[in-house]
């Protein structure tokens, strides 16, 4: 096609439009946009109803880890000291975030459901050693909480955006 | 009746200041007006709506480490970025921004510099600036920097050709190559961007390309050549140089509404100086718009444009114009 001078004036028309329109940029650390629900963000470690820890300490989601960036020292459970259900419980548990990818492979890996990966995704820190979250920090509740969108119009068989495009 | 010369120092040191005040918001007005051409905010955290934006900035360039090249040809290197902000600053001086004021018994003139030769004087320091971007770029014995100090003297120095012979038709109508007798010729007879339409068009293009801004920004094309001339400066010095650019972009602006638009004159008020700064300011604003809508030409796209449009159009136009002013008196 050969230039068109008519089309360049027409650009300008386009970019002056814009002059009147509301920016549509989110203001980020004010705004936080929801997450989706499966979003995977933050580690939590959980505990049962009874207050015992549900993760046993066996490793598996270290063996998981594509990263390597869990450590898990498992001890025996004594009548005195019971920590898990189970016969073991972890002694250590740490997470490395600087190594982290966030594939939930660990969540995948652990059969009682005692680690998953939450919604939080403002974990930087000011060193590295920050960073490698120890197994109380992980039981704790995070202290930024993220919005969440909606479950029930993220979380479906059919994801939303497929349903409304 | 001449104005004292202590007079002058003083206008010379508000007028700097003021410069440079405006050269700092005029980045703040670029890049807001930028933002909200295209959807977004533009600064907004330093301040109320970022306007301390620009003090941030010089802040944070001033502090910066002030590295050089090894190899770097030492004086000239430094040299360089003060060669391309004198004239800059310098340039401005002639440039006259109101009708002059009784003030006690002392005349005040509405320019720094009531020179003869003003529009010469203007352009043969543009062309001295020149040496900043040339210098600078050979000093930092780096060779990306010397092919982009090339490739920008070649288009300052072709553009340059276009816009002194833009301009020829106006000096033939205001008859004076001092630019407070070509304000005061408009005032009295017609604004010249009517008769020298194609002069004012040739102006204005030459202009976006002495200024190296976009869609002629091939001295710097931040986006797929790094910059040029300036790769190897940093901090203030690249601020020097981003700050004389910016400066010619207010000077010529102010070139343009003093050559085409009357200057201080204006139709309902003699509000004198703010005329002058309300026209500058829609200047600067036409030219954020077309950042903001165009993208950068091709370097033999660039050259074609200069040489074989620009060229003969301010050619034919001065030749015409000098045939109708000789015919009328």
Known sequence: ?165 | MREPWWISLIKAGVIVNLIMLAFAYTTWLERKLLGRLQNRYGPNRAGPYGLLQPFADLVKLVRKESFFPVAARHPLYIAAPIISMFTALAAFAVIPFGAGWQIWRYHVDGEIANVSIALILIFALGSIGVYGAIIGGWASQSKFSLLGSMRTCAQLVSYEVSLALSVLGVVLMGQSLNLVDIVNKQGATIWFFIPQLAGLMVFFFAMIAETSRPPFDLPEADTELVAGYHTEYGGMRWGLFQTAEYINLITLSALAVTLFFAGWHGPYAPLGPLWFLLKVFVFISVFIWIRASVPRLRYDQLMRFGWKILLPVATINAVITALLVVWVS
């Not at chain 1, 997470?95 to 930087?124: H, K, Q, V, W």
């Not at chain 1, 919005?147 to 994801?159: F, G, M, N, S, W």
């Open chain 1, 1 to 165: 096609m050969s230039p068109q001078p008519l089309d360049s004036v027409k650009g300008f028309a386009v970019t002056f439009r814009q002059l009147f329109k509301k920016p549509i940029t989110q203001q980020y650390p004010e705004y936080k946009r929801p997450v989706y629900p499966r979003f995977r963000g933050r580690h939590r470690l959980h505990l049962h109803d009874n207050g015992l820890e549900k993760c046993v300490g066996c490793s598996l989601c270290a063996a998981a880890c594509p990263a390597d960036c869990i450590r898990v020292v498992a001890e025996e459970n004594t009548p005195e000291n019971r920590v898990s259900p189970g016969e073991r419980y972890a002694r250590i548990y740490e997470i490395n975030m600087s190594r982290c990818i966030f594939c939930g492979y660990c969540e995948l890996a652990c059969p009682f459901d005692a680690i998953t990966l939450g919604n939080e995704y403002e974990i930087s820190e000011y060193s590295r050693d920050d960073l490698i979250y120890t197994k109380d920090m992980l039981l704790a509740e995070p202290i930024k909480k993220i919005p969440v969108a909606d479950r029930d119009l993220y979380d479906t068989p059919i994801p939303y955006y497929k349903e409304h495009s």
